[in-house]
């Protein structure tokens, strides 16, 4: 707040403008553009469009205004206002600074009855009175008592003005003090700022390499799925081939004795026509139960190819997903491997009841082998002896068979459970990997809400700060606006003097001061000559 005499002439103000977006001051701002409003106590505002001043120093002249500097004042513009705001007639009136783009600058400025040059001068004609005027100018008490009074009413308005002056000088104080806090404040939040910043980086680093480790392991596990598929595929491969080699072997053993029998039935013998019939029936049943095994067998192997290369199909797909696993995907790896087990399964159960067949017309052809011996007929020993070898080697290439294909079933079987097993593994490790990258997310996650939150705290610890500190330079801008070094410098000068002439003022009313002699000597009726030149001041009884 400012304070003017009431009727004041030609007042010259300084605002500060700045922008109504980011609160930084204006340079350059067209004054042409500006409105000058002023807004007297209970009373319509007046608003008056400025022109511009040619120079700083030009005289006052109504609402014009001119930029004071924009390198050393920037923002800062002097602004003239019509006498018809300091009129007499209210106690204050609110000077207002507006634009376009602009914050609405505020000055409020209160009318007094006097100001510090009233009261210098007010002082200056009082000691002149007293040392130009003559004794009988003051021959009544009376007519002293009146300059007493007026003395008084003087020393009251140094008083209050010297109290005024001394809360606008703490006002100063507490301005530079709460800016000093603030600009601390400031500087705490970019400290912290700047850790946090550290901390989620730090974070963001490690998820980072847990997520280039979690694509390491994925692609290791791969691998291991990958070389498992292929010794799969390497076993099926020797079981196919194993399978077909003793088909061979069955073939050949079975064309064999066809072809003893076929020597046997040239060469005569005593057989019925029912015998040979049985004989021939036996074998080619046989024959044929050995070449359905060996067709079931290859169809088995193919069904079970397709689907241990539909599982390898699913566990690369897999691996290309990396840890996001569908329920779908999980789904069909455990029915790929569902379908490989139960179609392991049909393939043994198969070969079981194919071989409960082929041992079942094995033994109806040693019956009848053994019936037509019984029978006597004209075999020789070395045709017995032919048909009995033919059929042993039969039965040993069928045993021979049963056996690899068990042995071969419990190799399948194993690499079967060392997939599973190595699958499994693959799902638990990605699993585990997956919780290991989610709680790094999670940690990064709250590590930026933390952020926010302590950005948050010392935001509001800052604006409080700030507040404040607009609070106090509102205050400040009340009691005076924009101060430059001269007017605070012009201000404690003023006070300076003010104290001084008080401390005058006192002495001259203490006992034997030069106000009291006066008074002493008009009330002892004396006569009294005061000096022109200095202090002293004699008087004659």
Known sequence: MARVKKGATDQTFNFKLVD????????????????LTYVRNRAAAVKN????LSTVSDAHADNKAIQIDKTNALGLYRVDWPDAAFASGVDR????????????????????????????????????????????????????SDVKSELVVVSDAISDVKSE???????????YSDTTVVETGVSDVLVKQDSDMVIVAADHDKTQSDIADLSTKVDSDAVLADADHDKTQSDIADLSTKVDSDAVLADADHDKTQSDIADLSA???????????????????????VGSLSTKQDSDMVVLAADHDKTQSDIADLSAAGSDWSAAQKSDILSDLAAIETAMGSLSTKQDSDMVVL???????????????????????????????????????????????DSDMVVLGADHDKTQSDIADLGTKIDSDATLADADHDKTQSDIADLSTKQDSDMVVLAADHDKTQSDIADLSAAGS?????????????????????????????????????????SGGGTMNISTEGTNVSTEG
């Open 20 to 35: 109504s977006s980011d609160g930084t001051p204006e340079s350059d701002y067209t004054i042409t553009d500006l409105d």
């Open 49 to 52: 469009d400025a022109t511009a």
């Open 93 to 144: 009136v609110d000077l207002i600074v507006s634009g376009s783009g602009l914050d609405p600058a505020v000055l409020e400025v209160e009318f007094t009855d006097f100001n510090e040059s009233d009261l210098e001068d007010y002082l200056s004609d009082i000691y002149s009175d007293l040392t130009a005027t003559a004794l009988s100018d003051l021959a009544t008490a009376a007519a002293l």
């Open 165 to 175: 002056l001394v809360v606008i000088s703490d006002q100063v104080d507490k301005v």
């Open 267 to 289: 060469a005569g013998s005593d057989w019925s026509a029912a015998q040979k019939s049985d004989i021939l029936s036996d074998l080619a049943a046989i024959e044929t139960a």
């Open 359 to 405: 041992a079942a017309d094995h033994d109806k052809t040693q019956s009848d082998i053994a019936d037509l011996s019984a029978a006597g007929s004209d075999w020789s020993a070395a045709q017995k002896s032919d048909i009995l070898s033919d059929l042993a080697a039969i039965e040993t290439a069928v045993g021979s068979l049963s056996t690899k294909q």
């Open 482 to 522: 924009d101060w430059s070094v001269a007017q605070k410098t012009k201000i404690l000068s003023d006070l300076a003097a003010i104290e001084a002439d008080a401390s005058d003022l006192q002495s001259d009313w203490a006992d034997g001061g030069r106000l009291d002699v006066i008074l002493d000597a008009v």
